[in-house]
């Protein structure tokens, strides 16, 4: 009996534990992604929009991250640049391999997170969420804005949304 209220004494605070550290730090990990992605590079010089590689935001509740075949509908294998991340890229064509691209903003479980309830009908733009991607030369490696409660519902009042729990939190 001892032993298991021992058990669950310690579970108990690895599990509060955990949820202090990720109320006090949320988001804030820092991602290393497989390819040095230069988002600037492709806005201004392919007029690329954040819609052409992070598709579905308008039919489902997530953008997702791109895949191989969308970076192979405009290069194939041979570079078109002298970089070596395009080299890197290269042989993830060649090999059929794909791009194990990190994800940057993560939220728990219990949150419902809707890309295309904030983007089509909020009208809400990409850039109020993840910075200026557009002038990013090198790969993102935070959020640009904490994930928090308090930023979410500051942003519902700005955009006169609910905050009813309910809207967001299962």
């Known amino acids: 009996m001892l032993k298991l209220k021992k058990s669950l004494i310690i579970a108990a605070i690895i599990i509060f534990g955990s949820f202090v ?6 988001n804030n990990h820092k991602v290393i992604q497989p390819i040095s992605y230069n988002h600037k590079i492709h806005i201004e010089k392919a007029d690329l929009k ?8 308008e039919q489902t509740s997530s953008a997702t991250l791109p895949l191989l075949e969308v970076c192979t ?18 042989d993830h064509i060649k090999t059929g391999k794909e791009i194990l691209w990190q994800r940057i903003y993560t939220l728990p479980d ?3 997170f809707s890309h295309r309830r904030h983007i089509i009908l909020g009208k809400v733009e990409c850039v109020d969420c993840h910075g200026n991607v557009e002038e990013q ?8 804005i904490k994930l ?4 979410c519902m500051n942003c519902h009042g700005k955009h006169k949304v609910t905050n009813d729990c309910l809207a967001c939190h299962y």
């Open 50 to 57: 954040c819609i052409d590689c992070h598709l579905h935001y």
């Open 21 to 26: 550290v990720w109320a006090i730090y949320p």
């Open 110 to 112: 219990h949150i419902y």
């Open 137 to 144: 030369s090198q790969p993102i490696t935070m959020p640009a």
């Open 148 to 151: 928090t409660m308090n930023n």
């Open 73 to 90: 509908n405009c290069h194939g294998e041979e570079p078109i640049s002298k970089s070596p991340e395009e080299l890197k890229l290269i």
